[in-house]
């Protein structure tokens, strides 16, 4: 009865309770700080622009990747990983690892080796152009990377900067979300 009496607005322990309105203020910060933190320290969303992963991600897909998956292990060769470009790091990259620190990397009339042996590719959208490159010598805490559609990518055979440093490479590619026609997993 004394609470009607002062005015004060308290529960029964004799708290003063919160207006519903910072409840949700407090709700809708949290749950902001968490998307955001998960956005920035856990998964990368990343957009493919162009036709140079085909047929593994088409043109304009959206997909997510990890960016926790080399917080404590390194890219292996085959991981399709998300990246800072090295000509301009202001632009990510998505692009398969094909040679890891130490590797010799070599196309002969279109086939990739890897040290020499030939690279089992199942992922090529098509038989690569009879042209050569390399051979690449991928020094340490580096990557060599190539899109999956090798008759049309803009990847590390054309570079300036031919190799992705390590501390560059921002997570493992895991997911395709959109459009809804290709969503799945990335292998």
Known sequence: ???????????????KKVSPVIEWVVIIAVALAAALFINFVIIINSVVPSG???STIMTNSR???LRVTYWFSDPQRGDIIVFKYP???SENF???VIGTPGDTVE????VTYVNGEVLEEPYLKETPKDKNFGPYEVPEDCYF?????RN???DARFWKNTYVKRDAVLGKALFCYWPPSRIGVLK
Do not use: A, F, Y
């Open 94 to 96: 998505v692009k398969r």
């Open 52 to 54: 140079s992963m085909e």
């Open 145 to 149: 990377v190539m899109g999956d559609n």
């Open 152 to 154: 049309n990518s803009n």
């Open 107 to 110: 196309i002969i009339h279109g």
């Open 1 to 15: 009865m004394e609470e009607l009496e002062t005015g004060e607005n308290k529960n029964k322990e004799g708290k």
């Open 63 to 65: 997909m997510m990747g």
């Open 87 to 89: 000509d301009d790091p």
